[in-house]
């Protein structure tokens, strides 16, 4: 085990490693990608326009020796656009399935929030259970399937708020945000030849990825850690504010998440540490909030770590 937890964290550094080429960030947001993919689950980047989440997304997908389709979502993108439609072949005279863009091991869903609520209901199956049912008939997906989706804020025009059940399948959902004037400058740097995301070139390859997402699943959690991740989750049920909380998949991703984080730290076992690095990024998106709440300026975020510092912390 120790020795898969080496190289697992040595093909992760690797991937993390080329994803700096490309993304200057002082947000740990790379690393929370990382964790989502070693964990099994799915990216939500939100930010305004123009702070390089597209960027993020397609420069992992070619880091990641795999197939990679995307998938621009508008107001008149259909489900079937995603899934894939049944052809009638006039050589055969029988209708052929044509696959959609979905079944692919790396979809990029690039403003997911511009398409309407019944195209984005199409992405759920596929993210919950990785396979989809179409025309009668339930079809796998490839694994690993890993979905990446970008969103601009809902408080722009021409876009359709994700709703609650959509929003649960993601792992964590983070942002870039804008960086120092130091950054900034290193951007336009790395701009002056071309972009660099021209020069990137897959680091680890399908079999690598399957044993990064294997030898996380075989991170030990205690049952203290456990106790603390359902203690997290269901202050979230009755905290002030709040008018839905945290599902029981919400925990799941979080212990996942942990169990990435410890591994890419080279640890055998979760401590409360990255339980705590990664608890805001996977449960604040998960929150409804009343409408006293959303009025007075509250955040999931903020109601998080509210609770984050009222609960105690396992020894």
Request: proline fraction near 6%; charge should be negative.
């Amino acid at each position: 085990m120790d020795q898969s937890i080496a190289v697992a964290r040595i093909h992760l550094e690797q991937v993390q490693q080329n994803l700096s080429q490309v993304i200057r960030t002082e947000s740990p947001v790379i690393r929370w990608l990382l964790a989502a993919f070693a964990s099994g689950g799915h990216v939500l980047l939100e930010d305004v326009p123009g702070t390089g989440k597209t960027t993020l997304a397609k420069a992992f997908a070619r880091s990641i020796g795999v197939d990679c389709k995307r998938i621009q979502f508008t107001p008149d993108l259909l489900p079937s656009d995603i899934l894939g439609v049944s052809i009638f072949d006039q050589e055969t005279r029988r209708f052929d399935f044509r696959e959609g863009p979905v079944f692919a091991h790396i979809v990029l869903a690039d403003e997911i929030n511009r398409a309407s609520p019944r195209t984005q209901s199409a992405l759920l199956e596929a993210m919950g259970e990785q396979q989809v049912s179409v025309e009668g008939r339930v079809r796998l997906l490839p694994a690993p399937f890993f979905v990446v989706a970008t969103q601009n804020p809902v408080l722009f025009h021409g876009v359709y708020p994700l709703p609650e059940a959509q929003l649960d399948r993601f792992a964590v959902c983070c942002s870039l945000g804008y960086g120092s004037s130091e950054l900034e400058m290193a951007i336009l740097s790395d701009q002056m030849a071309g972009h660099p995301l021209e020069t990137i070139q897959p680091c680890i390859h399908l079999e690598d990825t399957l044993l990064v997402q294997e030898t996380a699943r075989g991170i030990r959690v205690s049952e203290e850690i456990k106790r603390y991740i359902v203690t997290l989750v269901a202050k979230t049920r009755t905290w002030p504010g709040v008018r839905l909380g945290v599902s029981s998949r919400g925990a799941i991703a979080l212990m996942k998440l942990s169990q990435a984080l410890a591994l890419m730290d080279d640890m055998a076992f979760v401590t409360p540490e990255p339980v705590r690095e990664v608890a805001v990024t996977a449960l604040a998106h998960r929150l409804m909030l009343d409408d006293e709440a959303r009025f007075s300026g509250v955040t999931g975020a903020r109601i998080i770590a509210d609770i984050l510092a009222d609960t105690p912390v396992p020894s």
